[in-house]
């Protein structure tokens, strides 16, 4: 409740940083491409490809949110601070809830310490409440803001019912086979942009060390985030979540 209080006063009596909406395809351009820069520069520091790097999902995004800015379904706001876009949010509205996508924000902005980003979920609650939608989702994932706000979890599930007339067949192996080539292969393609990202980072020999630091310490956080979910499940229960970004 501090730091909203805080993020809102920044925003409004103290006029640090401005929030804007997106209203026209032509603010929808800019502001994409700003929110694709902010992304991609804080996901490389710390060491990820960042989603954008698959130019596919670039394109797939752009005529997305044209599509769903045309339909009124868009939720697209930046904080501008002496005029600098610092960060920005793209959700979207699906039924009875307003969804909170994807974000960027320049964590190295002498605003940072107001949380921006803060300033955007805060507005994207305070247009849910105005229009009476009941939720805003901030989908799976485990980011340390969402614990922030909510203890309670969401689990999507994939339930596979196996036919058990053909559960040995040919057939059912060699898809066995090729579902599981198929995964090494986006591993494999995975970490060799991980690699490109530390090298461009860090350069030879350093980037060495600090992609194996870099994969040791996330690796170790997602066996703390599963332990805690848990926790959390066994605590709270999890039901199935909405659709998912």
């Avoid at 461009?200 to 956080?221: G, T």
Wanted: net charge positive; charged share 30%; aromatic share 14%.
């Amino acid at each position: 409740r501090y730091q909203l209080s805080q993020t809102r006063r920044a925003a409004t009596k103290q006029g640090l940083f401005s929030v804007e909406a997106v209203q026209s395809r032509e603010d929808l351009r800019d502001t994409l491409s700003e929110l694709i820069r902010l992304h991609q520069l804080r996901w490389n520091r710390i060491g990820y490809p960042g989603i954008f790097a698959d130019m596919r999902f670039q394109k797939f995004q752009e005529e997305v949110t044209q599509r769903f800015l045309e339909n009124g379904w868009l939720w697209f706001k930046t904080v501008r601070m002496d005029g600098n876009c610092i960060a920005a949010r793209l959700g979207f509205k699906f039924k009875d809830s307003i969804c909170d996508y994807i974000a960027g924000f320049d964590d190295r902005s002498p605003g940072a310490k107001r949380r921006p980003g803060f300033s955007l979920i805060l507005s994207m609650m305070e247009d849910a409440i105005q229009s009476k939608i009941r939720t805003v989702d901030l989908l799976r994932g485990y980011e340390t803001y969402k614990f922030e706000f909510t203890s309670e979890v969401f689990n999507n599930w994939k339930i596979v019912v196996p036919n058990p007339a053909s559960r040995r067949t040919l057939r059912v192996r060699l898809y066995r086979v090729v579902h599981y080539l198929g995964f090494l292969r986006r591993k494999v393609l995975f970490e060799g942009t991980m690699f490109k990202v530390h090298y461009r980072q860090h350069r030879f020999p350093r980037f060495l060390f600090r992609y194996v630091a870099f994969r040791s310490k996330k690796l170790s956080e997602k066996v703390a985030n599963e332990l805690k979910m848990a926790r959390l499940s066994r605590g709270t229960g999890s039901r199935n979540a909405g659709p998912d970004g």
